[in-house]
């Protein structure tokens, strides 16, 4: 059972952030561009009322996420380039915010998350299997080069991998852990995960990204390495937007 202090705050927010997930999710942008903008201004009034500091601060940046996302224009085709447009300039608040939270340690595990890194790569090819099934993906890369696999595996692991595993794995797991226990904190962050999915408008593609986040949330229960989840989340991305739609499916599904 949540703590009662705590458990207001995770519902307003989350329903909040599920309302403007599921506007997005039947097209209407706009409108959910709205509504996050509202569920940020909850979290600042929760913050003025005093409620747990740590929790609102980290549930409002899923918000202000994915308000970043909808809100960068893109001025060229899509590609891998506008990825660290989005997610770099959410590097410092994912800092900031973790600095101002003393009860929360993320690990980054890199001597563990190097050399567990190797594993990356049939377990991040795995998933994307699965996922480039639901999603038909499109690859994010012009032609298939040396120089351009390693570009989209530097932005897939340092910028998307390493800022979705910081967020939902390293500061919101904890905190839902801390307010309704071990597992499920995995099972809710891992559900948020999937939610903020949404905008694919497919919800096997929700579903199974809620999968992909147990996942995670399990290996960096027991590795404690942030750096190795950010890994496979890239590794997967990069299978899911290069290699796959470019080589072709290496199993049959």
């Known amino acids: 059972m949540g703590r009662p202090d705590r458990l207001f705050p995770i ?9 403007s997930e599921l506007l997005l999710f ?17 979290c600042t009034l929760l913050l003025q009322r005093g409620h747990d500091a740590t929790l609102v601060q980290v549930f409002l ?13 893109v001025f060229f085709q899509l590609t891998a380039y506008w990825f660290p447009l989005i997610y770099g300039p959410l590097i410092p608040a994912l800092v900031y915010v973790d600095r101002l939270a003393p009860d929360i340690s993320v690990p980054f595990g890199w001597r563990r998350g190097l050399l567990l890194s190797p594993l990356a790569i049939p377990l991040g090819g795995v998933l994307a299997e699965v996922e480039s099934a639901i ?8 032609t298939w080069s040396v120089g351009q696999v390693a570009m989209i595996t530097v932005v897939m692991i340092c910028f998307v991998g390493f800022v979705e595993e910081y967020l939902f794995r390293g500061l919101l797991q904890p905190v839902l852990q801390e307010s309704f226990g071990r597992w499920t904190g995995i099972v809710l ?6 939610l903020m999915h ?6 096997e593609e929700m579903l199974f990204a809620g999968v992909i986040g147990f ?6 229960e027991y590795l404690d390495s942030l750096v190795f989840i950010s890994i496979v989340h890239g590794v997967l991305n990069v299978f899911l937007f290069a290699v796959l739609p470019i080589q072709g499916s290496y199993i049959s599904l």
């Open 26 to 42: 039947s097209g209407r942008t706009w409108p959910a561009i709205w509504a996050h903008f509202g569920t940020l201004l909850l």
């Open 198 to 203: 949404s905008g694919y408008g497919i919800p």
């Open 11 to 19: 519902v307003a927010i989350s329903t909040g952030i599920a309302a």
């Open 135 to 142: 999603l038909q993906s499109a690859a994010l890369i012009p």
């Open 215 to 220: 996942v995670f949330g399990v290996c960096y």
């Open 61 to 73: 940046l899923v918000p202000l996420f994915r308000l970043v996302n909808l809100g960068m224009p």
């Open 189 to 194: 962050a891992s559900a948020m995960f999937g």
